[in-house]
C-alpha cells in the first residue's frame, strides 16, 4: 500500500519546512520539492494534494520563481499559501499587483462563502500576514473565500479543486492554521495518518535490508541522537554486521567516552569500536587559537582516524572474506531540503564538521535511514525503538565539541576546566527541570582572567560564560531567560568546585546578530 503523500513546492518561504511539519504532526507524510521540479517529478509521488508554498518574489517580476503550471492541472487537489495564491492567480488569468498597504503580522480575516477549507471553523479568525502583494482579479471560476478589511485573503475554485490562502496557516500565530491545513489534508485530499514511527520503522528496516543484502557496513557515532538512531534502525536490519565506530577527539564532556560506549554496547546492542584519539587531537590542537582552523584540524583529524580504523574493520573483514561497502550516515531532511533547494544551499557561516565525514578512496556507498526525518521526528522514532531518554533528549552538541566553546588555545588542561563547569550546568539545569525546555545550555571558558577573592585569599583565575538559548532549528535562537535561582547556583558552583574559574558571565545575546557557540 502508498503512503499518502502530499508535496510542498517550495517558492523560497522561510516557512516551507514549517508546512511540512505541520502535516507529519496529522501522520501524513510530507514531501518538499524546489518549485522548478518536473512535473513527472511529482506524479511519480503519487501525492494525494499539493501545497504552493510562500516565497519572497512577486509572482510578476521577470525572475521570479516558477512551477510548471501543469501542477495546476493535475486533477489533485491544490492549496496556495500567500506567494503560493498570487501563483495561481497569475497563472490562470487573473492580476496581482503591488498592494497599496503591506501586510505584516497579525490580521483579522473575515470568512464570506462556505468551503471545505474552512469547514469548523469561525467566521472570523486571527491569522498571520505577511505580504505585499495582492490578488486584484481572480481567474475564471474562482471565487473570493476571505478577506481583510484591505485585501483578498481567501479564493477557491471547488469545481477544479483548487484552495488558495493569502494568510501562514502554518505558523502558529494563526489559531486555527493546524484545522485549516487537516481540512485540506485529511478531509480535502483524503489522506491517510499512515506515517507513524512503527511504519516508518518497518519500512526502512525492510528497506536497509533489501539495500545492504549480506554487506557490511560502518557507522560513525558521536554520543548525539541523529547517529545513534541511525545507528539502531540499521542495526535492527543487518545486526552486527554494522560497526560502529566512536572516537575520543578529547574535547567531548566529561566521562562522555565511557558513558557513550557503555550504553551503545549494553543498552543498545551496538558493536561499537571505540577509539581514544585524544592525545592525538590535542597535539594537533597545539597553538591554534583561530577558530575556523580549530575546526579544520578536528575535522581532517577525524576523519584520518575514522578512516585508519574503517581500513582495520576493512582488513579484518576481507580476510574473513566478506567485505564492507556501506557507509551509514545520519543526514536529516532539513540538509537534503537545504541542497536541493530553489536557492542552493545557504551560505555556511561556520565550516560545520559532522561526524562520518566520508572517506573519498574508500568508494563506500552511503545509508542515510533518517534522510526524511525532521528532529523531533528523529526523536519520536529513537522513542520507538526503546532507546533510552538520555540519548533521545540529548542537546545538539557540535562536532568539534568543547573546542570551540574554549576561546584561545585547547590544552588538555583547559579542557578539564571546562569539563567541570560543563558538567555543573548540565545538572543543574536537568535539577531545574529546563533541560529539555531550553534547545542549548552549555559553559564557554574565556581566555580572560580576572581578579577574585576567596576566603582571604586574592585569585587571580578563568572567566567562564553561561550561553542558554531557546530555538526551534538552531537557525535563530534568543537567548533564555534562566530564573535568577538557577543562575546563582550554577555560578556559586562552578566557582567553588572548579579550579581555575573565579567568575562566571551570562551570554544575553541572541541568534542572529550572535551565533550559539561563541567560536
Ligand atoms: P551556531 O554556533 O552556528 O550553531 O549558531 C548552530 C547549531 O549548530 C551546532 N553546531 C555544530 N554542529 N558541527 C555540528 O555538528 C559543528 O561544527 C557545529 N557548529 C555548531 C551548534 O551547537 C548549534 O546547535
Not at 541522537?225 to 552486527?240: N, Q
Not at 590535542?282 to 584540524?297: H, I, N, Q, S, Y
Not at 522513542?383 to 576561546?407: K, N, S, Y
Request: glycine share 8%.
Amino acid at each position: 500500500m502508498d503512503t499518502s503523500t502530499i508535496v510542498i513546492l517550495d517558492f523560497g518561504s522561510q516557512y516551507t519546512q514549517l508546512i511540512a511539519r505541520r502535516i507529519r504532526e496529522f501522520n501524513v507524510f510530507s514531501v518538499v520539492l524546489p518549485c522548478t521540479v518536473s512535473l513527472d517529478k511529482v506524479k511519480a509521488l503519487n501525492p494525494k494534494g499539493v501545497i504552493l508554498s510562500g516565497g519572497p518574489s512577486s509572482v510578476y517580476d521577470v525572475d521570479a520563481p516558477k512551477a510548471d503550471p501543469a501542477v495546476l492541472a493535475m486533477g489533485v487537489p491544490v492549496l496556495g499559501i500567500c506567494y503560493g495564491l498570487q501563483f495561481i492567480v497569475h497563472h490562470l488569468g487573473g492580476k496581482v499587483e503591488p498592494a497599496p498597504a503591506r501586510e505584516y503580522g497579525h490580521a483579522q480575516v473575515s470568512v464570506i462563502a462556505d468551503t471545505q477549507l474552512f469547514r469548523g471553523l469561525p467566521t472570523t479568525m486571527d491569522v498571520w500576514m505577511s505580504h505585499g502583494d495582492e490578488a486584484k482579479t481572480l481567474p475564471e471560476g474562482f471565487s473570493l473565500t476571505a478577506q481583510t478589511s484591505n485585501a483578498v485573503a481567501g479564493i477557491a475554485d471547488e469545481a477544479r479543486r483548487m484552495w488558495a490562502v493569502q494568510f501562514h496557516p502554518e505558523v502558529a500565530h494563526t489559531k486555527q492554521g493546524m484545522e485549516l491545513l487537516k481540512n485540506f489534508v485529511m478531509g480535502i485530499c483524503g489522506a491517510q495518518a499512515d506515517w507513524t514511527p512503527e511504519h516508518f520503522i518497518q519500512t526502512t528496516v525492510e528497506r536497509v535490508k533489501a539495500q545492504v543484502g549480506s554487506g557490511h557496513a560502518i557507522c560513525g557515532l558521536s554520543g548525539g541522537v541523529d547517529s545513534s538512531v541511525a545507528a539502531v534502525l540499521v542495526a535492527k536490519a543487518i545486526g552486527d554486521r554494522l560497526t560502529c565506530i566512536f572516537v575520543n577527539n578529547g574535547v567531548l564532556r566529561k566521562d562522555e567516552f565511557e558513558k557513550v560506549q557503555k550504553t551503545m554496547r549494553e543498552q543498545l546492542g551496538l558493536n561499537v569500536v571505540a577509539v581514544d584519539a585524544a592525545e592525538r587531537f590535542l597535539t594537533k590542537l597545539a597553538g591554534v587559537t583561530d577558530p575556523e582552523t580549530k575546526r579544520k584540524v578536528i575535522g581532517n583529524e577525524f576523519i584520518a582516524v575514522f578512516d585508519d580504523e574503517a581500513k582495520k574493520i576493512f582488513e579484518n573483514e576481507k580476510s574473513a572474506g566478506e567485505e564492507v561497502a556501506w557507509l551509514v550516515q545520519g543526514t536529516l531532511y532539513p540538509d537534503v531540503i537545504e541542497s536541493s533547494s530553489v536557492h542552493g544551499p545557504s551560505h555556511t557561516i561556520k565550516s560545520h564538521h559532522n561526524v562520518g565525514g566520508l572517506p573519498e578512496n574508500m568508494k563506500l556507498k552511503l545509508i542515510e535511514p533518517l534522510r526524511d526525518l525532521f528532529k523531533d521526528e528523529v526523536r519520536r522514532i529513537g522513542r520507538d525503538l526503546g532507546m533510552p531518554d538520555d540519548i533521545i533528549e540529548r542537546q545538539p552538541f557540535p562536532g568539534p565539541g568543547l573546542a570551540v566553546r574554549i576561546l584561545g588555545e585547547v590544552t588538555a588542561e583547559r579542557v578539564a576546566i571546562l569539563q567541570e563547569a560543563d558538567q555543573i550546568v548540565v545538572d543543574e539545569i536537568k535539577k531545574a527541570g529546563l533541560y529539555r525546555k531550553v534547545w542549548q545550555s552549555f559553559a564557554v571558558l574565556l581566555p580572560v582572567k580576572s581578579v577574585g577573592v576567596m576566603g582571604d585569599q586574592r585569585t587571580y583565575a578563568n572567566t567562564c560564560a553561561i550561553r542558554a538559548v531557546e530555538s526551534e532549528d538552531g537557525m535563530t535562537a534568543d537567548w533564555a531567560p534562566l530564573p535568577y535561582e538557577v543562575l546563582r547556583t550554577i555560578s556559586s558552583r562552578i566557582v567553588s568546585e572548579v579550579r581555575g574559574i573565579n567568575r562566571v558571565v551570562y551570554d544575553i545575546t541572541s541568534k542572529p546578530p550572535g551565533t550559539i557557540e561563541w567560536e
